[in-house]
């Protein structure tokens, strides 16, 4: 199975500020990463898929980047909204595995 | 979008067999994979297996004796068959879609989750 290593596991941050969620995968993927997004009591939101591309309908201030072992989001300019667990997912072959998840908060 | 819906018992019996639907309302289901994805009180995400539209699947390894997915695509209906629970199986349960369109996988819309608990 692919390993995903997310680091850190918890992230405070404030609104306004710039904050980056790092993910290794444990051998070479690609750009076969997808970031989610998850608030409290309700399903992931794709945020992200093939690394670096927006899913419709997610705002801008949401990126990512990297391929091969090294990928990461980064949220700019942080809104209240933003303050959730945030988790990485290969789709490079099965079974599917996700990082363990950042918790972001204030 | 392709609202999916799932729903099934929240208690199950240890030993018992785990059964949850996931209904697909509009949009097409070929040309996709259904997943089922889990994540237990309080920790994270973990795939457990998916289903194409013409019935092909792929389990997680540490659930292939225990596992069944099934596609009734004239219900528009996705079924996850879980035997012989014990409370390591207590989570909440997702259905996903995984849309490819010519990239990378990913699972861009879910279901609401259900959570079953396994508990005599």
């Known amino acids: 199975d692919i390993q995903m290593t997310q680091s850190p596991s918890s992230l405070s941050a404030s609104v306004g500020d710039r904050v980056t969620i790092t993910c290794r995968a444990s051998q070479r993927i690609s750009t076969y990463v997808n970031w989610y997004q998850q608030k409290t009591g309700k399903a992931p939101r794709l945020l992200i898929y093939?690394?670096?591309s927006l899913q419709s309908g997610v705002p801008s201030r949401f990126s990512g980047s990297g391929s091969g072992t090294d990928f990461s989001l980064t949220i700019n300019n942080l809104q209240p909204e933003d303050f959730a667990t945030y988790y990485c997912q290969q789709s490079y072959n099965t079974p599917r595995t996700f990082g363990q998840g950042t918790k972001l908060d204030i | 979008q392709v609202p999916l819906q799932d729903s099934g018992p929240g208690l199950v019996k240890p030993s018992e067999t785990l059964s949850l639907n996931c209904s697909i309302s509009?949009?097409?289901?070929?040309?996709?994979?259904w997943h089922w994805i889990r994540q237990p009180p309080g920790k994270g995400l973990d795939w457990i297996g998916h289903?194409?539209?013409?019935?092909?699947?792929k389990y997680h390894p540490s659930l292939n004796s225990r596992i069944t997915i099934s596609i009734d695509t004239s219900q528009r209906q996705v079924s996850l068959r879980l035997t012989s629970v014990t409370a390591a199986d207590t989570a909440v349960y997702y259905c996903a879609r995984g849309y490819s369109g010519g990239r990378p996988e990913a699972f861009d819309i879910w279901g609401q989750g259900t959570l079953v608990t396994v508990s005599s």
């Open positions: 093939d690394a670096s």
């Open positions: 289903i194409y539209y013409s019935g092909n699947t």
């Open positions: 509009g949009g097409s289901i070929s040309g996709y994979y």
